[in-house]
């Protein structure tokens, strides 16, 4: 392929990735639309259920077995509240009790719809937040934001190797030094992270080394996802790691909006995609005392797994076909 040829391509790929970004970006984040927001309700809780039944399709009523079942479902971020029904003194009422740090734009507008359903019905309705956001992220975007920062570090790390060595090891020994490379740099960015957004800035002040491995983990599958991507594509691979982690990612994280607020496409994304596992992972660490970090943790072990695989694959294969090809 010419000079110019391959840049017209480039170029093309480029306009490509823009447009994908503009189109992502206000397709997912124009105009939120809350439904099925989860609140755990205990079963048999006929007066809280009944509430939460005529608030469809914005909220949608899960049950659990008892109070205890709903309050470690409302810990391990599977619901964003529990309403439960009380009767203090003889006067029924009912209790809300939120975990803002899910989610704030979703626990104000279950608080909202069930303080204004509770009015009309005329049944008392308590407010408690059972796990705030920090006083330095009160909208609870800080680990959104810590995370897309983490995420852009590990594929531009690949991307620096990939441009400064070649997007293609040339034997399982330079794969395994870019790992190793990489595994460096990750540890480095994700303490960068847990200082800059601990006694840097103030925004947590706990759980630092726990932050701080959670980063390490986000950019090292990163970088790995990126470089096992050139390593077959080129730098054409950088493109559609682009579109993966931020064209689709970002918006389908639910560190902007809550799942529930974005369009069908998005609404399971944060489940396997980097920057949503990310996110969910820091904010476990940071608010729910790890109890919520299983999946992510999981899912972003494999990506990094896979990442090593596919680059030691492609330093096999492309590598020792680069090998061959070279002149002796």
Known sequence: MGKWSKTGALLLGTLAVA???????????HQPTPRDVPVGVVRGDSTAATLLSALRPQLKAIEYPDGAAAADALTRRKVYAVLAATDAGGAPGLTLTTASASGPMATDLITQATTAAAATGEVPLTVADAVPTSGGDPRGLV??????GLVLGGYLAATVLGLTTGTVPADLDDAALRIGVLAIFAALLGT??????????????????????AGALVTFAS????????GWLGLFGTGLVIFLFVVLGNPGSGGIYPPEFLPALFRGMHRWNLPGLGTDLVKSVVYFDRKAAGWPITALAVWAAAGVGVLLAAAAVRGRTLRHDSPV
Request: neutral net charge; charged residues 5%.
């Open 223 to 230: 970088g790995l996802v990126a470089s096992a991507v050139q």
């Open 19 to 29: 447009a994908a970004f503009v189109w992502s970006y206000a397709g997912a984040l």
């Open 192 to 213: 960068a992270g847990a200082i800059i957004t601990g006694p840097v800035l103030d925004v947590f002040t706990a759980h630092r080394p726990g932050i701080a491995i």
């Open 143 to 148: 680990p959104f934001y810590l995370v897309v």
